[in-house]
Structures are given as C-alpha cells and as structure tokens.
C-alpha cells in the first residue's frame, strides 16, 4: 500500500488564544464610511489552520458584501492578521 502524504499544520508568526485582542486588515465602517485598515477584534476561534475574529463594527468580504455575523475568519499565518501594535505617546516632558 502507498504512503499518503501527511500535510504539517504552517507555523504560526503569533500563538492566538480565544478571547485575544487582534487587529486584522480589513474593510470595515468608521464614523459611517466603509474603509480598508487594521481594525481590534477578538479571537473567538482557533485550530491548526484557522482564526475567527469577531468584531463590533460592521466588517465586509472584499467582494463588498458586509458580514452579517461580524466574524472573519484567517489562516494563522495570514499578513492581514497581528497582536495589537502599542501606540507610542509621546508626552511632552515638563523642564
């Protein structure tokens, strides 16, 4: 009998846990527009292969229908999909 071929899972650039905070480059609505930028989520399934993000905007597929569940799902090396980048304040210091 032949050998099947056994696929690896990829390797993950980040390990993503349900209830995460992410960011996820998507086309989504602020302030009534629908844009196309990183927006927060949060991980609301994980396997091998996947990640689901749920959302509190409206979020839409890139063929522009909008996403009734508010969840997009990625492979878990996806480009579109990161932690959380921290936002530098720079405040100015009193001399």
């Known amino acids: 009998m032949a050998s099947v071929p056994i696929m690896r ?43 689901a993000v749920q959302f509190r905007s409206n979020v839409f597929l890139t063929d522009g229908w909008m ?4 969840i997009l799902w990625f492979p878990v090396n996806s480009a579109h999909l990161r932690m959380p980048q921290r936002r530098s304040s720079k405040l100015p210091f009193a001399e």
């Not at 996403?67 to 508010?70: A, T």
């Open 9 to 51: 899972p990829p390797e993950p650039k980040f390990e993503f846990d349900v209830g995460d905070t992410v960011e996820v480059y998507c086309d989504h609505e602020k302030n009534g527009q629908r844009i196309r930028g990183w927006l927060k989520g949060i991980v609301v399934q994980v396997d091998s292969k996947m990640v």
């Open 67 to 70: 996403v009734p569940d508010h």
